[in-house]
C-alpha cells in the first residue's frame, strides 16, 4: 500500500534590529552615518535574530545580508526622542533567496537631547523703510495682512554658528521666515 504525502518547508523568520542612537543638540542632523562619522562604531550595526534550528529562526551559515550596502534612513534634527526612528533598508546576500526567509525590521529609536550650554540669540527687529512694519508688530485691522520685517540673528558664546544658523532657517521653514545671503533672516509673513 503506497500513501502520498506533502512534505513543506516553512522559511524561517529572522529580525533584523537596527540600535538607539542619541546625541547632544549640535544643530545637525542624527543619523546612524552622522554617528558612525563620529566614532560611535556600533552605530551602523544590524542585529540578526540568532540562529536556532529548532524553532526555525536566524540565517543559516553563510546567507544574510550585505551589512556594507545597508542604507540608513532615519533621520532627526530637533531635540526630542522619536521611537522606532532608526529606519534602514537592506540587500540579502546573493544566495540568500527571499522566498527561504519571513524578514521583518525593528527600528531602534532616535534621540536627541538639549545641549550643555544655553544658547542665548540676540534679535535686533528694525521697521521698514515705507513705514508699513513697527519694530515687533503690526497693528491688526480686522483682516489678513502682511508684515515684512528684518530680522539680525547673533549667537553669544561659543558654538558653532553657521550650525545654529542652519537649525533656525530648518525650523523657520514652518513659518514664513527666509534666509538671506548674507546669512540674515527676512520674515515675509
Avoid at 128 to 141: F, H, K, L, M, S
Amino acid at each position: 500500500m503506497v500513501h502520498n504525502s506533502t512534505l513543506t518547508i516553512k522559511p524561517r523568520t529572522v529580525t533584523l534590529t537596527s540600535k538607539s542612537l542619541s546625541k547632544k543638540f549640535d544643530g545637525t542632523y542624527l543619523t546612524a552615518d552622522e554617528r558612525y562619522a563620529a566614532c560611535e562604531k556600533y552605530a551602523r550595526d544590524i542585529t540578526a535574530t540568532a540562529f536556532n534550528k529548532e524553532k526555525g529562526e536566524g540565517f543559516v551559515a553563510n546567507e544574510g545580508i550585505v551589512a556594507a550596502s545597508t542604507e540608513f534612513t532615519g533621520k532627526l534634527l530637533a531635540i526630542k526622542k522619536v521611537e522606532r526612528a532608526n529606519t534602514f533598508n537592506y540587500t540579502r546576500q546573493e544566495n540568500t533567496l527571499a522566498e527561504n526567509y519571513k524578514i521583518e525590521r525593528e527600528y531602534g529609536d532616535l534621540e536627541i537631547t538639549p545641549p550643555d550650554e544655553k544658547i542665548k540669540l540676540k534679535i535686533k527687529l528694525k521697521a521698514n523703510a515705507d513705514g508699513t512694519g513697527r519694530d515687533t508688530y503690526v497693528i491688526y485691522n480686522g483682516v489678513t495682512q502682511q508684515a515684512i520685517m528684518e530680522v539680525h540673528v547673533s549667537v553669544d558664546g561659543e558654538v558653532d554658528t553657521e550650525s545654529i544658523l542652519k537649525r533656525i532657517i530648518e525650523a523657520s521653514k514652518k513659518w514664513c521666515i527666509k534666509p538671506s545671503e548674507c546669512g540674515n533672516i527676512s520674515c515675509l509673513c
